[in-house]
């Protein structure tokens, strides 16, 4: 289990990866609780998602915590 905000996970435009993440995760075997913006599985896992990264902006401001967030970008591999 961990935390996991999907508002700072970012397509290369900018724009929220969301919804195809969060369906791309729940089909390799994890759950997200969006209210509580929690990732989990159980059991051992060989997920592999198609994504790679590309890097980060710090200046992303708070996240929902409050605390200094920044914000993950990432593509699609096709």
Do not use: K
């Amino acid at each position: 289990m961990a935390d996991l905000d999907l508002s700072s996970i970012r397509r290369p435009d900018g724009r929220p990866a969301g919804r195809r993440l969060t369906a791309q995760l729940r089909a390799a075997g994890f759950s997200y609780d969006s209210r509580r913006r929690r990732i989990s599985c159980t059991g051992r896992r060989d997920a592999r998602l198609p994504y790679r990264y590309l890097g980060a902006d710090d200046r992303a401001g708070a996240n929902y915590t409050g605390q200094p967030a920044v914000h993950s970008y990432y593509t699609e591999n096709h």
